[in-house]
């Protein structure tokens, strides 16, 4: 599932190009994507609009609109493709005709990804726990989290009510930076394991950004190719090869019902 960075990457190159452009015609393929209001509201609403800006909250696209805005959620195979002509697709759940001739097409093979048009988007957002690279978010914040809740470190970084925008590829990466274990109970952890996680997490995404997302299977940047941030990993994936750090084999380990790769000897 494309995470904070491949999200961020995405806004990042649709911004130059979509800014500014009106949405001429809207193809809605696969009514089953839009979550709200219906889908013939959801046509009627974003035909004409003027894109005035893109931004990004957890794993949200914001596109702003001149009336309320569009909300795109790419869960687990969606895509934005830019084109710049029609091309038949299969997967292809909803064209939006741009007013210089462009498409932007939401392509989805597993059909999870979902689509919102709404007036006021932070109803959706204050669900969402608060953006790990704003720079106002601290360590202090982080220790504020995850002071008295019961879970293990894995299971809430994946919680988007705690932190918006991590999954499971960020959430590993995050704790083998700070040399957490996955199963570490969060109120375990002391001053000094919290700056270290704080820290974690913030370098496990911006190295994602910096190479433009990780492509494992499915994400796409915007004009199709991949993201080069699966060759950098430090243990996602690295079932069986050594520890960065001490060469330890990586282990991957389902733990309460997800799969977590770290290193069992550093990873305390
Ligand atoms: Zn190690």
Redesign the pocket.
Known sequence: MPELPEVETLVRELRPYITGRRIDHVILRWPGCVVTPSPRAFVRRMKGRVIQEVSRRGKFLRFVLDQGSWLVHLKMTGRLLLLSAFEPDPYARADFILDDGRILRFQDLRKFGRLYWVADPERIFRQLGPEPLDPQFRPEDLARRLAGRRGRLKALLLDQSVLAGIGNIYADEALWRARLHPMRPAASLNGEEIQRLWEGIREALLAGLRHHGTTIQWYRRLEGGSGEHQRYLKVYGRAGQP?W????PVVRQVLQGRSAYF?P???R
């Open positions: 520890c750090r001490c060469g330890t290193c000897v550093c990873q």
